[in-house]
């Protein structure tokens, strides 16, 4: 697909969303700093967070954008509702840049096709992961809660945040660079999944408290699964049957009838759901299992996208 064609595809998947997008209110301040240089990249991070408590001390969210790996930005005015929401609600928002490892890529990642996608994954965590030193490092300075550290993404953040949290659960490679007693304390996932070679995830220590979107009808990035033999993408269905069977900590919402657009239509209509989520699993740690098939009429199924006319 080229440059003009996936504009314009994005625009009318998305178009519905965007026009609710607002500007980031006066009463939040922001700022920038750079948080890693990689490949000669900086990395920078955006710190959203209400005036009126800018010497407070409060928990934070890390978001991580979406866009195939390819594209993206992490000030894009779509997530302005829900930066907005969060911070209203008391919690410091990180919006982090990542490397975007399928940049560039000349044939699409496929289920024999996986190392540019693992790739892509791995370097992702791995932006994640120095983000979030940086903020254990500054928390005193920044007046962020250690304890209270969640992590979200859309699309290909989404998986980003459900791998980060799987990688650091199971003290995998790459996990050395944060503190060996340091979880997230929530991860929440708007169409996410995880990348596995080994078959359905399996966790040493329990994941995070996790909420799931998932549009029933997404094929860009699986509802269920997309595997050849043991490797491949692992999506919220499959993720929540392990949880269920664990006893983990969840709330999943499958939203029928539709496909990406769940990767970013919660951040816009679903506030309500995702601030009782926080309180509900994170805040007030209840142990509970929850799923919901969402039939909503005021949804509309926008274009299907795939990931061989997204790479294209």
Not at 45 to 51: E, G, P, T, V
Not at 252 to 276: R, W
Request: positive net charge.
């Amino acid at each position: 697909m080229n440059s003009k064609l996936f504009v314009l595809v994005l625009v009318l998947v998305f178009l519905p969303y965007l026009a609710f997008s607002k500007d980031i209110p006066s009463t939040i301040e922001k700022s920038t700093k750079v948080f890693a240089i990689k490949d000669t990249s900086n990395l920078k991070m955006d710190i959203y967070k209400l005036k009126s408590q800018s010497n407070v001390v409060q928990p934070c969210m890390i978001f991580v954008f979406g866009g195939g790996f390819i594209s993206g930005k992490r000030d894009s005015q779509q997530y302005n509702d829900y930066f907005t929401v969060l911070a209203e609600k008391g919690i410091t928002v990180v919006s982090i840049d990542y490397r975007l490892g399928l940049r560039g890529i000349k044939k699409a990642p496929s289920v024999t096709n996986t190392e540019p996608m693992y790739h892509a994954v791995d370097v992702a965590v791995e932006d994640l992961f120095s983000a979030t030193k940086y903020l254990l490092d500054n928390a005193k300075t920044l007046n962020i809660d250690t304890e209270l550290i969640m992590i979200s993404g859309s699309s290909a953040g989404a998986i980003t945040v459900l791998q980060s949290d799987y990688v650091k659960r199971n003290a995998l490679s790459g996990s050395e660079v944060l503190p060996a007693d340091f979880q997230y304390s929530g991860v929440l996932a708007f169409a996410g999944a995880i990348a596995s070679k080994e078959g359905t995830p399996n966790y040493k220590v329990a994941p995070a408290p996790t909420l799931f979107f998932h549009g029933d009808k997404d094929v860009l990035v699986p509802y269920g699964s997309k595997r050849f033999f043991r490797k491949g993408l692992f999506g919220s269905k499959s993720l929540a049957k392990k949880f269920k069977k664990k006893g983990y900590s969840y709330c999943f919402f499958t939203v029928e009838g539709l496909s990406h657009e769940i990767a970013k239509s919660p951040m816009v209509i679903y506030h309500n759901q995702i601030i009782s989520f926080i309180d509900e699993y994170i805040f007030d740690k209840k142990p509970w299992q929850m799923e919901v098939k969402l039939n909503d009429a005021s949804l509309k199924p926008g274009l299907v996208m795939t990931t061989k006319n997204l790479y294209k």
